[in-house]
């Protein structure tokens, strides 16, 4: 059974550019979650979802951030006009029910604004 | 609001020592708890949780946990370390609004000298 996939691994865009990660969860599971951990930080929430439905976007900086878990296909988490305050590891996490159950990381994936 | 504090950023300890790293969160209701490691560049994996009953929680790697609610502590133990325990340690607390994201520490860097 793969883990949780993310991709790519590592992306760097010049300021103003989109940057596009995707999650493919684990086999089975339909809860995804995505984090931010900036350097020498611990992770921080962005957002929840489930199939086709965002459940809780609390995390997620008011613009430019946009997240989507799609019928079909992996989960995206995009960022329009990235500024160098974006450079962060992004991660991603499954799991196949809510809470309280466990979430299971991706390798992340390191994004450099330039 | 929920809450994590791992007080200490930096642990240096010999190989075979015992460890134990110290965790402590502020949370209203019944805690789900978790740690993982990270090792450079990598993502998450989980050592182990609490979600309810035995307070001594065995996980993987040699690694247990034990939840003492009147101390409000997690802390992680192990009782010989190995040099390829050196990495970064996340403690986490689950969510008490339901929606299921995690509230990470700031993370524990641990050293292995020989």
């Known amino acids: 059974n793969a883990g949780v996939m993310q991709n790519p691994r590592h992306l760097v865009r010049r300021r103003g550019q989109e940057a596009r990660l995707r999650c493919s969860p684990m086999?089975?599971?339909?809860?995804v979650y995505w984090y931010r951990q900036l350097p020498e930080e611990g992770l921080k929430f962005m957002v929840y979802l489930q199939k086709e439905n965002i459940i809780d976007e609390s995390g997620m900086p008011k613009e430019r951030f946009s997240a989507e878990f799609p019928k079909e296909g992996p989960s995206i988490l995009r960022i329009q006009q990235v500024v160098r305050g974006d450079s962060a590891a992004y991660f991603c996490?499954?799991?196949?029910?809510?809470?309280?159950?466990?979430?299971?990381f991706g390798p992340g994936t390191r994004l450099t604004v330039l | 609001a929920q809450s994590v504090t791992q007080p200490d950023i930096h642990i240096t300890v010999s190989e075979g020592a015992s460890l134990e790293l110290r965790c402590n969160y502020s949370y209203g209701a019944t805690p789900y708890l978790f740690w993982y490691v990270q090792s450079p560049g990598q993502g998450l994996q989980l050592l182990l949780k609490y979600f309810s009953g035995d307070t001594l929680v065995q996980g993987i790697k040699g690694f247990e946990a034990e939840f003492k609610r009147s101390q409000s502590s997690f802390n992680l133990r192990k009782p010989s370390v190995h040099w390829s325990d050196a990495a970064e340690y996340f403690c986490a607390v689950g969510s008490e609004t339901g929606a299921n994201n995690l509230f990470f520490g700031t993370g524990t860097r641990l050293t292995v000298i020989p």
């Open positions: 086999k089975g599971h339909s809860h």
């Open positions: 996490a499954s799991s196949p029910q809510g809470a309280p159950d466990t979430q299971y």
